[in-house]
């Protein structure tokens, strides 16, 4: 049954914070990237008309399993203010079996659907890609298509035949967000967090407990708690991807002049700034940086192109959420953030922010939206690459989940994009000393 409630090219350093968002807990992990869990959290999801979403779900099991899964829409309305929408629907899958669709345009049943092989040319014997072959096999439900320009999330909880939460454990998933760019499809994809469910999951029906200690051996609680701190490993914005300057695409030094580029050793003298152009010692000198890292804005603030740069964004979601009453959701479940971050001389800078049910920014969106370049996260003001940013839920609130992502450009102007998950660390339950108990609220079927 479905029902719709309306309300009001990667570098090393990337490849660190991949791995560091990879890591999870032992046995009695707080929340996990990699392992089966009983609710799955896609906190990014867009089908926009710049964007789209493959969400790919798998049964781990060899029994057939069920899901209620929730769509929440984030995108504003005629007043600018966020729909708030929430979509839900149901999926079922056969034993170990995988699933996908494309958030804009759903899946729907159809049984006569197929995939047929290229009978002829170099390709024969192998199915050429099309929409049929995308949504040929078995069907795990009918899954509503998303409106144009949805911004928002998905969340899917494991339940037995009648629709009762349960505990299985069964169910791992996957998003990739394309992203239409000069050259046809920018991709760039992230693990669904998953959340484990305890033999007593779902004893208090709809109202699912986030409250199992992540260092308890005994079963206290009927899903694992939420972390207690994210850690999210970055570039600083308006930075410079070493990879990009290695290649001569960055910024290059010139003698004061466009295009009259300085020479070393053959090679383009790579910069970041006007002063990396200086003999050393030099505080002032003629040369320049051409195609400086930049970031071009519209008057509402949104980034409409880049040049030279990195640029960091997180999205956030609150683990307390009621798909019930979404209204009630944002009142009661919103999270102020406390964000630390540290440069590579271990210099401290601090920030906060508010999470109400979904929050999408650039970093420098935060402390200096009009103008990056005098953010606290900005290269010219923290003066190192890499930054280390831990985000921190208020001592007396819920927890909150997320996903990062780098948007990277040359001096063209070209963009990539990357997603991650990052690292977390200990649980709000054990952290409040048992007081704060996240919890989500199913909507009737």
Same mark, same amino acid.
């Given at each position: 049954?479905?029902?719709?409630?309306?309300?009001?090219?990667?570098?090393?350093?990337?490849?660190?914070?991949?791995?560091?968002?990879?890591?999870?807990?032992?046995?009695?992990?707080?929340?996990?990237?990699?392992?089966?869990?009983?609710?799955?959290?896609?906190?990014?999801?867009?089908?926009?008309?710049?964007?789209?979403?493959?969400?790919?779900?798998?049964?781990t099991?060899?029994?057939?399993?069920?899901?209620?899964?929730?769509?929440?829409?984030?995108?504003?309305?005629?007043?600018?203010?966020?729909?708030?929408?929430?979509?839900?629907?149901?999926?079922?899958?056969?034993?170990?079996?995988?699933?996908?669709?494309?958030?804009?345009?759903?899946?729907?049943?159809?049984?006569?659907?197929?995939?047929?092989?290229?009978?002829?040319?170099?390709?024969?014997?192998?199915?050429?890609?099309s929409?049929?072959?995308?949504?040929?096999?078995?069907?795990?439900?009918?899954?509503?298509?998303?409106?144009?320009?949805?911004?928002?999330?998905?969340?899917?909880?494991?339940?037995?035949?009648?629709?009762?939460?349960?505990?299985?454990?069964?169910?791992?998933?996957?998003?990739?967000?394309?992203?239409?760019?000069?050259?046809?499809?920018?991709?760039?994809?992230?693990?669904?967090?998953?959340?484990?469910?305890?033999?007593?999951?779902?004893?208090?029906?709809?109202?699912?407990?986030?409250?199992?200690?992540?260092?308890?051996?005994?079963?206290?609680?009927?899903?694992?708690?939420?972390?207690?701190?994210?850690?999210?490993?970055?570039?600083?914005?308006?930075?410079?991807?070493?990879?990009?300057?290695?290649?001569?695409?960055?910024?290059?030094?010139?003698?004061?002049?466009?295009?009259?580029?300085?020479?070393?050793?053959?090679?383009?003298?790579?910069?970041?700034?006007?002063?990396? /152009?200086?003999?050393?010692? &030099?505080?002032?000198?003629? @040369? %320049?940086? *051409? #195609? $400086?890292?930049? !970031?071009?804005l519209?008057?509402?603030?949104?980034?409409?192109?880049?040049?030279s740069?990195n640029?960091?964004e997180?999205?956030?979601?609150? /683990?307390?959420?009621?798909? &019930?009453?979404?209204?009630? @959701? %944002?009142? *009661? #479940? $919103?999270?102020? !953030?406390?964000?630390?971050?540290?440069?590579?001389?271990?210099?401290?800078?601090?920030f906060?922010?508010?999470?109400?049910?979904?929050?999408?920014?650039?970093?420098?969106?935060?402390?200096?939206?009009?103008?990056?370049?005098?953010?606290?996260?900005?290269?010219?003001?923290?003066?190192?690459?890499?930054?280390?940013?831990?985000?921190?839920?208020?001592?007396?609130?819920?927890?909150?989940?997320?996903?990062?992502?780098?948007?990277?450009?040359d001096?063209?102007?070209?963009?990539?994009?990357?997603?991650?998950?990052?690292?977390?660390?200990?649980?709000?339950?054990?952290?409040?000393?048992?007081?704060?108990?996240?919890?989500?609220?199913?909507?009737?079927?």
């Amino acid at each position: 049954m479905r029902t719709v409630k309306w309300s009001a090219l990667l570098s090393g350093f990337c490849g660190v914070a991949v791995a560091l968002g990879g890591l999870t807990s032992s046995a009695h992990a707080i929340v996990t990237t990699e392992r089966g869990a009983s609710i799955l959290a896609f906190p990014k999801v867009l089908a926009t008309e710049a964007a789209d979403t493959i969400i790919q779900i798998a049964n781990t099991s060899n029994n057939m399993v069920h899901a209620r899964c929730f769509y929440v829409n984030a995108a504003p309305d005629s007043f600018g203010q966020p729909q708030w929408q929430v979509t839900d629907f149901n999926i079922w899958l056969t034993k170990q079996q995988p699933t996908s669709w494309t958030a804009s345009s759903g899946r729907f049943i159809n049984l006569t659907d197929n995939c047929e092989p290229v009978s002829s040319g170099p390709l024969v014997g192998l199915f050429e890609p099309s929409e049929d072959c995308a949504q040929a096999g078995l069907d795990p439900g009918a899954i509503p298509p998303l409106p144009e320009g949805f911004t928002g999330e998905l969340k899917c909880v494991e339940v037995d035949v009648s629709g009762n939460p349960m505990g299985g454990n069964h169910l791992k998933g996957e998003a990739t967000v394309k992203t239409a760019s000069g050259i046809g499809y920018d991709t760039a994809k992230y693990n669904a967090i998953g959340i484990v469910g305890t033999e007593i999951a779902g004893e208090t029906g709809d109202e699912l407990l986030l409250n199992q200690p992540s260092d308890s051996e005994d079963v206290v609680g009927q899903y694992n708690a939420c972390p207690n701190q994210l850690i999210v490993n970055h570039f600083s914005e308006l930075s410079t991807d070493p990879a990009v300057l290695s290649a001569g695409q960055g910024g290059t030094c010139t003698d004061g002049a466009p295009g009259q580029t300085q020479q070393v050793g053959g090679w383009s003298t790579p910069c970041q700034s006007d002063a990396d /152009c200086c003999e050393p010692g &030099e505080t002032m000198c003629e @040369s %320049i940086c *051409e #195609n $400086a890292p930049a !970031v071009a804005l519209d008057n509402e603030g949104s980034v409409l192109a880049m040049t030279s740069a990195n640029l960091t964004e997180l999205t956030l979601i609150p /683990c307390s959420q009621n798909f &019930e009453d979404p209204f009630t @959701s %944002i009142e *009661e #479940n $919103a999270v102020t !953030v406390q964000m630390v971050t540290y440069n590579e001389f271990e210099q401290r800078t601090s920030f906060s922010t508010t999470v109400e049910c979904w929050k999408k920014f650039f970093m420098f969106q935060l402390d200096s939206p009009f103008n990056p370049e005098n953010s606290q996260f900005a290269y010219p003001v923290q003066g190192t690459l890499g930054l280390q940013t831990i985000l921190s839920p208020n001592p007396d609130e819920g927890g909150v989940l997320g996903v990062a992502g780098i948007v990277r450009s040359d001096a063209e102007g070209t963009q990539a994009r990357t997603l991650m998950n990052v690292h977390m660390v200990g649980d709000k339950f054990s952290t409040s000393g048992g007081e704060i108990v996240d919890r989500i609220i199913l909507s009737g079927q």
